[in-house]
């Protein structure tokens, strides 16, 4: 079995910096009440695809991880696309973006990951 390189959560700690520091997102985020996420991960090529689902009680952090075991630094920033929906008071959004993970092929040479992600998130609000 292959070990797993680490990915940008393993890196960051699994934190959010929304506000400098290492908060959850409900201290960021008091005015949400309700949170659904959904991060699909798809492999352009080989691979396995994946759907991770989040709540308000399980938010990941900064980064959703890459599946693909041979990833270096990868993820999708779950972290900035919430921030960004939460910011404009957008109550549902969608998203997409590349790995922004590598994949080492040699002793010096490095590849972009062939995965990409796409977001879905719906969002409740505290009523004003």
């Known amino acids: 079995m292959t070990e797993k390189h680490p990915n940008a959560p393993d890196e ?3 934190a959010n910096y ?3 520091r290492k ?3 409900r201290e960021i985020y008091p005015q949400v009440v309700s949170l659904e996420v ?3 991960a798809t492999p352009m090529g080989f691979g396995q695809a ?3 689902q989040y709540t308000l009680d399980t938010v990941p952090g900064q980064f959703t991880p890459c599946p693909n075991t041979h990833c270096c630094d990868g993820g ?3 972290g900035s696309f919430l921030t960004q929906l939460v910011s404009s008071g957008e109550t549902a959004g969608e998203t997409g973006s590349l790995c922004v993970g590598v994949v080492k092929a040699g002793r010096s040479v490095r590849r972009g990951c062939n995965y990409a992600f ?3 998130a ?3 609000y505290v009523e004003q």
Do not use: R
């Open 76 to 78: 999708f920033d779950t």
């Open 18 to 20: 929304a506000v400098g």
């Open 118 to 120: 796409s977001g879905k």
């Open 122 to 124: 719906v969002i409740a």
């Open 23 to 25: 908060a959850t997102f």
């Open 12 to 14: 960051a700690g699994a």
């Open 50 to 52: 994946e759907t991770y």
């Open 38 to 40: 959904e991060i699909k």
